[in-house]
């Protein structure tokens, strides 16, 4: 299994550095300071291997890099402000809308790369379990697993499908439109495999007596090494470090 000093971490220390930077992009206003958060992470993510530095910048160029575009534009063009930088045709950007638009951006790509990147690095089971050991109910704990498995699982199921089809000589790749209709056939399977994994997964659960009124046990175990132990405490020192520098400033 992987061995690196990244991946080894203990979850809960992963989800501390994941909620550092989104704190410290939060008390500190410029956007020069939230941009240059995401090299830090890409940072983070080239040390944790090479297949979760491209997973993890794949998911940005396809899922964040257009939202930020959107959200930047809209914030030039329609944000209030007097001082005029350019026109063309009825829209205009002004000094304060391009001002606002950076900030807002920056937040929103170092908040959901960090994000992005503890998933990366983190397995569901392993975070599930960590939350189980910090106190939350197992029943709480198999919610927020399902929760997050269920888009990788329809997903899986989405392409099993598709391949399915594809050996029936139904045409699934070409254009958007090819694409389309080749996808609205495959929703009634997916819907009904997915009620049937749900049922599977109650009667699964039943079984191994989940519902019963005792305490729970478990194989899978986590341990905590001397970095998730200092880890925290460094994360909460620089925190209020900025927090004083903010104050003082």
């Not at 971490?9 to 941009?35: D, E, G, N, Q, R």
């Not at 914030?75 to 001082?83: A, H, I, R, S, V």
């Not at 960590?130 to 197992?138: H, K, T």
């Not at 050996?167 to 699934?172: D, I, K």
């Amino acid at each position: 299994m992987n061995q690196n000093f990244i991946l080894k971490l203990h979850p809960m220390t992963k989800l501390y550095f994941t909620l550092f930077v989104i704190v410290a992009v939060l008390i500190i206003p410029s956007y020069l300071f939230a941009f240059s958060s995401f090299p830090v992470l890409m940072i983070v993510a080239l040390f944790a291997g090479s297949r979760v530095f491209k997973e993890f910048i794949g998911i940005i160029l396809k899922a964040l890099l257009f939202l930020l575009l959107l959200v930047f534009l809209m914030q030039l063009f329609y944000y209030p402000g007097e001082t005029v930088l350019g026109e063309w045709g009825i829209f205009k950007w002004t000094a304060e809308g391009l001002q606002y638009g950076l900030i807002l951006t920056s937040k929103i790509l170092a908040i959901g790369s960090a994000f992005i990147l503890f998933f990366r690095i983190t397995e569901v089971k392993d975070f599930v379990k960590s939350l189980e050991d910090i106190g939350l109910p197992p029943m709480g704990a198999y919610v927020v697993m399902s929760t997050l498995q269920i888009i990788p699982e329809m997903k899986r199921q989405a392409n099993t499908i598709m391949e399915a089809q594809k050996t029936r000589g139904v045409e699934t790749e070409g254009s958007m439109l090819v694409r389309a209709k080749a996808f609205i056939p495959t929703l009634t399977p997916l819907i009904l495999s997915s009620i049937a994994s749900t049922e599977e997964r109650a009667i699964t659960l039943e079984s191994r007596a989940f519902s019963a009124p005792v305490k729970k046990t478990s194989l899978h175990k986590l341990s905590k090494s001397t970095a998730d132990r200092m880890l925290p405490v460094v994360f909460l020192l620089i925190l209020v470090a900025l927090i004083v520098w903010r104050v003082v400033s």
